[in-house]
């Protein structure tokens, strides 16, 4: 289930040049199994972030939800902000995208990992009581990530019309992350299917159009 975090990072480092992408993306993923296996060491901290902070009419708000909130609005305006660009031309050259820098890129890079590794620690913890397991987890789920990464983003990069989907995943993913720390919460295996289905619908379409150069 690391495929949002990987389209993430692939959108990310292709703002980058060329020859730091391969680097931000092993940077990225090592910022991710550090992130999560730091909060795997704060397991009272992160259940305390469940509790109840204070209500909004009948819905009671919690550190977790602010943090989902934050996290859905900061992807649904950054992979807004990359869908316009493409969709209106790549001579507009403005601050949200012009070529990132190396560190920023990072920075946003270890801001979505806080989100999404924050939702798969309460995840685990409520599933396993061992630490040392969760952790082993962690480190294999991150290797896994490690194996694919380089051929999820070239293959972004190299198809435009599947760039553009993994944008659109990005907002689903955000309009998820946002409605969870509404209390509306969307099973995962929903937003998973209907990302499958585009990108089936998509690979059909990549195909057609191949042939059609053909002949």
Do not use: C, W
């Not at 949002?4 to 990072?9: E, G, T």
Request: proline share 3%.
């Amino acid at each position: 289930l690391g495929i949002d975090n990987l389209v993430f990072i692939s959108i990310l480092s292709g703002r980058l040049p060329p020859e730091q992408r391969a680097k931000a993306r092993r940077i990225g993923l090592a910022l991710a199994m550090g992130m999560r296996v730091v909060l795997l060491t704060m397991l009272s901290t992160i259940m305390a972030m469940t509790r109840p902070l204070f209500h909004v009419m009948e819905h009671a708000v919690s550190g977790r939800d602010l943090v989902l909130l934050a996290g859905g609005v900061f992807l649904l305006v950054k992979s807004t902000l990359e869908i316009h660009h493409h969709v209106e031309g790549h001579h507009e050259r403005t601050a949200t995208t012009a070529p990132l820098g190396f560190s920023r890129a990072l920075v946003q890079i270890a801001l979505l990992d806080i989100v999404f590794s924050l939702d798969s620690v309460i995840t685990a913890v409520g599933t396993v009581e061992h630490i040392t397991l969760m952790i082993l987890a962690v480190a294999i789920s991150i290797l896994v990530m490690v194996l694919f990464v380089n051929a999820v983003a070239e293959f972004v990069e190299r198809h435009p019309t599947f760039k553009m989907l993994a944008l659109s995943f990005l907002v689903l993913i955000g309009v998820a992350l946002f409605a969870d720390g509404l209390g509306l919460h969307i099973p995962k295996g929903y937003v998973y299917f209907a990302m499958a289905f585009s990108l089936s619908v998509e690979l059909l379409n990549m195909r057609f159009r191949k042939r059609t150069a053909k002949a």
